[in-house]
């Protein structure tokens, strides 16, 4: 459903024309702030104050995120433990995952000699994620799919999770938990401000934000000239086809509204709105046509000994990706949380 000319950026952030959702919120806050200190007499000039922290707060900042969203974080991470504790059960291919809830799934893992690409077979593995996909979004409550690749110095391991995949052509039972490398037991994860540590090393998580699909190389190709052990976890959230169409009709709806409020205050409509509005009504038709709709997320986890050597990978690979055009955030002050949602079946999504 991607199409190369029009997927470029993620649009996980809801905006309300060019602005996020809180921005917006705030910046009226502000303006409504600042009216009644001008026309009422009563309110104390401590408002002004209130206005100057709504307007800061609204102010982006050159990572994308703006300066209210950065305060939040750094304030929760101080306030947390820094110490979690998951629970792996891997039994017959069955894995479940616990920490404040829990995710159970069926691992497996792609068992093939060369790469997929010159014998045809890759188009194979993605019919068989499409079929996957294709009928959880038939059931009432969809499901979460994960497709993971690590990348180690023995090579590259292919593996997916699913709710029901038992019987996939060329896929076996997974043996072993991915990043954690056990099958039962516990793992004691203590967070830093730029990675996690368990016994098993020390991770840096970030998440692809922009894409470029028309790109001359993979992401894969990419991570693995970097020579860098890592996990690419590809993420789907499996939209239940009775739900997809109320939800990608609010979309171009929601965006409809937005132009036309922008006209009519008189800006012109910028080349941005227009492909925004294409993508839109591209996946409307292909979700009215039997596509399923799925929400997707990528992350990427960087392994290394020590935190030093995990931070050099991260450098590595993200004036790699930078080169080619793929923007990589890396989650500063929500290393645990990004790191479990990187985990099969995306624990605590």
């Not at 996939?168 to 990675?195: A, C, K």
């Not at 991770?203 to 190709?221: I, K, N, W």
């Not at 990528?298 to 055009?325: H, K, P, S």
Request: net charge positive; proline share 3%.
């Amino acid at each position: 459903m991607t199409e190369p000319t029009l997927e470029r950026r993620s649009d996980s952030a809801e905006q309300w024309g060019p602005l996020q959702r809180h921005q917006l919120v705030l910046l009226v806050t502000a303006c409504a702030l600042a009216t009644a200190w001008l026309l009422l007499h009563s309110v104390p000039a401590s408002v002004l104050a209130i206005v100057v922290g709504c307007l800061g707060a609204a102010t982006p900042l050159r990572r994308g995120e703006t300066v209210g969203q950065w305060l939040v974080i750094v304030v929760r991470f101080a306030l947390r433990s820094r110490w979690s504790t998951v629970t792996i059960t891997l039994n017959g291919g069955v894995l479940t995952l616990r920490r404040k809830g829990s995710v159970t799934t069926s691992l497996l893992t792609l068992h093939h000699v060369g790469r997929l690409d010159l014998s045809g077979h890759d188009a194979v593995v993605t019919g068989h994620i499409r079929d996957v996909v294709g009928a959880l979004s038939a059931t009432s409550t969809g499901g979460h799919v994960t497709q993971l690749v690590t990348m180690s110095n023995e090579g590259a391991t292919t593996m997916l999770s699913a709710p029901r995949a038992s019987d996939l052509v060329g896929w076996t039972i997974g043996q072993t938990m991915p990043l954690l490398e056990t099958t039962d037991g516990q793992r004691l994860v203590r967070e830093g401000w730029r990675g996690v540590r368990t016994i098993d090393g020390v991770y840096c998580v970030g998440r692809v934000e922009t894409f470029r699909p028309d790109g001359e190389q993979s992401l894969l190709e990419l991570l693995q000239r970097t020579g860098t052990p890592s996990m690419l976890s590809v993420h789907y959230a499996v939209v239940p086809s009775s739900r997809a169409p109320r939800i990608v009709g609010r979309a171009v709806h929601r965006r409809g509204v937005d132009e036309t409020a922008t006209r009519a205050l008189g800006f012109r409509r910028s080349a941005v709105a227009d492909r925004t509005l294409a993508r839109l009504a591209l996946r409307e038709a292909a979700v009215a046509s039997g596509h399923a709709l799925v929400r997707v997320a990528v992350y990427l986890v960087v392994r290394g000994e020590t935190l030093a050597e995990a931070r050099t990978g991260v450098a590595r690979i993200t004036a790699m990706a930078n080169d080619d055009g793929t923007r990589v955030r890396w989650g500063n002050g929500r290393q645990t949380q990004w790191f479990l949602w990187s985990l099969p079946g995306g624990l605590q999504w």
